[in-house]
């Protein structure tokens, strides 16, 4: 009776770790990703605005 018992803490123990390690991995997976988007964003961002940029100045050109 007392070898099932501290077979079954040993089996918590050890899937409590598990647990642990798997938040901790998909709160840095989480992390990388947001860091991705927003870095897919900025260069979005950044290339809207060359486009923009663009078309300003062709309308400039072709109003002369």
């Avoid at 901790?24 to 988007?37: D, F, G, I, K, Y």
């Avoid at 605005?49 to 300003?56: S, T």
Wanted: glycine share 2%.
């Amino acid at each position: 009776m007392r070898l099932c018992y501290l077979f079954q803490m040993e089996l918590n123990k050890k899937r409590e770790n598990d647990i642990t390690r798997l938040r901790r991995e998909l709160e840095e997976q989480a992390a990388q990703h947001e860091q991705s988007v927003n870095s897919m964003r900025t260069k979005q961002n950044q290339a809207l605005q060359e486009l923009q940029d663009e078309i300003d100045g062709l309308k400039k050109s072709k109003s002369k």
